[in-house]
């Protein structure tokens, strides 16, 4: 069966923040997701720890490639091996707040059919 949602992530030089936007996706109560990231070649650990999440959740799948210099080519191929039936952009820097996809999955039940379902986002600006 496929999941509800797909979670792109493009990952590279993330190594400070990619654990805690694999956790804050891993600690949903809602649990029916798959997380597709999709690494370019990185200067630091980027690729070993998501390849550590990977190893630990079979709902953590993962693909490589060449720095391009901008997510669109990761998050395109993301898409075209999603499985979802909704799809979810994050970066490998962000964070999602603990009960959104249950508040998300709960908006969509009650009014399905829309095109897009908009979400709030906080930005925290080191």
């Excluded at 990952?11 to 649990?31: G, K, M, T, W």
Aim: aromatic fraction near 8%; hydrophobic fraction near 35%.
């Amino acid at each position: 069966m496929s999941p509800f949602f797909s979670i792109i992530i493009p990952c590279c030089d993330v190594e400070p923040y990619v654990r805690e936007c694999f956790d804050s996706v891993l600690n949903q109560p809602f649990a029916d997701w798959e997380i597709i990231v999709g690494v370019e070649t990185s200067a630091d650990r980027t690729e070993a720890i998501v390849r550590e999440y990977a190893a630990k959740d079979a709902r953590v799948r993962m693909f490589t490639g060449p720095r391009s210099g901008g997510c669109s080519a990761t998050r395109n191929k993301g898409v075209t091996t999603a499985q979802g039936e909704y799809v979810i952009f994050l970066d490998g820097d962000d964070t999602i707040a603990e009960g959104s996809l249950q508040r998300l999955h709960d908006k969509i039940a009650a009014r399905p059919g829309a095109d897009l379902y908009p979400c709030a986002i906080r930005v925290n600006d080191e």
